[in-house]
C-alpha cells in the first residue's frame, strides 16, 4: 500500500489491540499497528483475514505516515504513565486536526489533564472505555467514547463496525464531554466488581449453606441465565462450574486460591463517589471484600480463634435456590441503581453532559456488565433521562417489590448461617435507607451540635439552630 492510505493506527499491538484492529479490517477499513516487539507485528499480520488490509510496524512514525488525514490513532496500552509516554512520542510526528484515542481504562482525571494538554496544541484526545475482552475486541465491543464531538463524528464509522451490536444497535455512543467515556468506563467496572461480588456471595449461600454441588450450580446457573437474570456475568458463572483441572481432574474452581486481584477502577470509583459525594455501598462493599480477601493469613488465625463454622440453611434447595435467584435480581437492579445515580450526578457536578440511555445502549452488549434487566432500564430513562435514581421509577419499584421478601429471607438465613454476605447486605441497607423517609440522623445531628456547635435544621420552623446541649 501507498504512504497515507491507511484508515485507522493502533499503538499498542496486545490481544485487545490486535484483535480490535483486525475486527476494523474485516469491515473494509485499511488499519496499521505500531509495536516496539516484532513479533506481535508479524502475529498481527498473519491472523488478518485474506483480503483485508492490516499492517504491522515497529516505528512509530513509520505508522504516523501511512496514516490518512486527520489521523486517527488509538492507544491500548497500560493506564498511567505510558499513556503519557506515547503521547509525549507521538506529539512531534502528528499535526492539528489529527485525533488520539485513549481506550485503556485510564483514570479520568488523567484524561481530563490530557485533554486540555491536547487542546492546546490543536489535537483532539478522546478517552474511551472498551468492554468485553479479547473476545469483545475480535467480535464486537462495548466502547464508551467521550471528548471532543467533532472529533467522535470521524471516527465514528470505524468504531460503530467493530462495537457490539444489540438489536442491530451498535453500543458505541458519544458519552459526553471532557473525560466523560473513561468516568463511564470507571463506573461500569464498579457495577462489575458489584455483580461479581454478589455472585460470589450467592454462590457461598448455595455451596456452603445449601449443600449445592458444582455440577448442580452449573445447571442452576445455567437456568437462571435463561431468566430475569440472562448475563454475562451469570453465564461465565455456570460455565467456571463445569471447568476441571486437567492434572488433578478437581473442579478448578475449588483448587484456586481465595484471594482476589484488582486493577484499581473499582477502588476509584468508590473514591470518586465519596468526592462528588454519591452513596454507592454495594461497589464499596465489593472492593472491600476484595481487600479483606487478601487477608489470608489473618483470616485462617481469626477462623481458628472463633472457630468459624458455616451452618446448614434449613431450607429445601428448591426453595433456596429460588430465593437466591431474587435477591439476586434485586441486587443487580440497585448495584446498577447506585452506578447509574453515580453518573447522573457527576454529569452536572462535572459538566460531563451524559446522555443516561446512550450509556445503557452501550452497555446492552458487548461488556461485561450486559444484561437482560438493562432493557427495563432503557425504558426508563428514554420516558425520563434525568431519572436521578432508577430506584424512583415505579416500573423498577414494581420488580423490586417482587423480589424484596424472598431476598430479606436469603440474607436472614445467611447470617444466621455465618455466612459473609457484604455485597448483598450492602445493597439491602441501601434500599431501605433511600426508601425512608425517615432516618435517625436527627438524634447525629443533635450529637454534632452537642460537641462541636455544627448546627441543625428543625422539621417545625426554618432556620439554623444551636443548643446548649449540657445542662
Ligand atoms: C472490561 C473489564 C476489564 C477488566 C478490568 C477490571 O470491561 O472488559 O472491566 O476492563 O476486567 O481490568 O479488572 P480488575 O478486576 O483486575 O480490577
Redesign the pocket.
Known sequence: MMDSQYDFGMIGLGVMGSNLLLNMADHGFATIGFDLDDDKCVLLEANARPGTIVKGVNSLSTMVQALKIPRKILLLVPAGKPVDDVIESLLPLIEEGDIVIDGG?SFYLDTMRRVSYLDSRGIHFMGM?????EQ?ARLGA?MMPGGNQQAFEAVKPMLEAVAAKSDGVPCFAYMGYGAAGHFV?MV??GI??AMMQIICEAYDILKRGGGYTNDELQLLFSKWNEGQLQSFLIEITASVFKNKDAETNEYLVDLILDK???????KWTSQEALNLPVAIPSIDAAVAARIISGYKKERQKAAEIYQTQVAKIIISKESLAEAVEEALTFSFIIAYAQGLSMIAKASIELNMNIHLPAVIQVWKAG??IRSGLLVHFAKVYEANNTLANLLLSTDIAALLKQYENNTRLVLTAAIGAKIPVAGFMSTLAYFDSYCSERLPTNLLQAQRDYFGAHTYQRIDKDGIFHSEWQE
Not at 482476589?260 to 473499582?266: I, R
Open positions: 481504562n472505555g472498551i468492554s468485553g475482552g469483545g462495548s468506563k461500569h467496572n462489575e466488581y482476589a486481584g484488582s486493577k484499581g477502577t473499582g461488556c461485561i
